[in-house]
């Protein structure tokens, strides 16, 4: 028995993420059958960055596949601050309009927070306006940026409760480090925040049941920091050289060493298949989440972790 060696068991994003596109869709579905609203989200563009182009369109798809419209607003590279802001100030009127994601980054000439503050925080489905911020900070029934609340639910899915349990939050960004914390705090965790200047980074992963690892570093976190059987949330997303698939071929890792914290790990998020496809599904909940506010509808119960 001993000589059976123990491994993590998978944290499936990708099927999490599909069940909760499917019950998006169904309530959705509902909405429109009462004839009460149909959540619109607008998706706005500016330039012509490629990745970030793929991404736009799979939020798209995944709106309309949802039952949702979907509004397309794509710029040119060169298009100024203040056209930018007239088109905010025009999807903050429209009642169509639910949410409004500008995908970032944005050209170098775009201050991003001037326009992150020009979105109504209603319709802010990102969660990146001072409000939704605030509001997450003190519980106040915030729009949540989606990453992090799906790291979250995929969390509550695993160990249901995580009151009292010790996480590490790797990377301090706006984004993800920052939010997640945020919300493992609204969750009774007891909550380390670890970054680039963090002292004895392997000592401070070592003490968490839960980790979750945003920092933007391919395999910075090593499996023998874990505690045996610490749940493993990986965010990261980065492409690395892979010579073993061939002459100038990549691929993609997260911020965990992964097979090493296999061997240590209770269990982990793949990387891709983890937390990437519930960041989508997510921004669907807060979107239906957005027209159910503004419509003072009751909100789908157990879509979406209280807040
Ligand atoms: N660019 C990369 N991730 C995101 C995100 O979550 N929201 C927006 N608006 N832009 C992004």
Request: net charge negative.
């Amino acid at each position: 028995m001993d000589d059976i060696a123990k491994k993590a068991t998978l944290i499936d994003g990708k099927r999490f993420s599909e069940q909760l596109r499917e019950r998006v869709a169904d309530e959705v579905g509902r909405l429109a059958t009462r004839g009460d609203v149909v959540p619109g989200l607008a998706v706005v563009l500016v330039g012509d960055d490629p990745a970030s182009r793929v991404y736009v369109q799979s939020k798209q798809r995944a709106v309309t596949a949802a039952g949702m419209r979907s509004f397309e607003h794509s710029l040119a590279a060169e298009t100024t601050q203040q056209r930018l802001l007239d088109l905010i100030h025009q999807l903050n009127a429209d009642a169509d309009v639910h949410g409004i994601l500008v995908q970032l980054p944005l050209p170098d000439h775009i201050d991003p927070g001037v326009i992150i503050e020009a979105i109504d925080p209603r319709k802010d489905v990102d969660g990146f306006h001072p409000t939704n911020v605030g509001r997450l900070g003190t519980g106040q029934g915030a729009l949540v940026p989606c990453t992090p609340l799906g790291c979250l639910m995929l969390l509550q899915a695993h160990l249901g409760s995580l009151a009292g349990r010790e996480a590490v939050v790797v990377g301090r960004s706006n984004i993800v480090g920052k939010p997640m914390a945020a919300l493992l705090l609204g969750h009774d965790c007891t909550v380390t925040m670890a970054h680039s200047r963090t002292r004895n980074l392997p000592d401070v992963v070592g003490r968490a049941d839960i980790v979750v690892a945003a920092a933007g570093r391919a395999h910075l976190i090593q499996g023998d920091w874990l505690k045996p059987g610490a749940v493993v949330i990986d965010v990261g997303i980065n492409r690395i050289a892979a010579p073993e698939r061939g002459e100038g071929k990549m691929r993609l890792v997260g911020d965990v060493d992964f097979d090493g914290a296999f061997a240590t790990a209770g269990a982990i998020t793949p990387v891709p298949g983890g937390v990437g496809p519930m960041t989508i599904a997510c921004l669907l909940v807060n979107t239906l989440t957005a027209a159910c506010r503004i419509h003072q509808l009751d909100e789908p119960e157990g879509l979406a972790p209280s807040l």
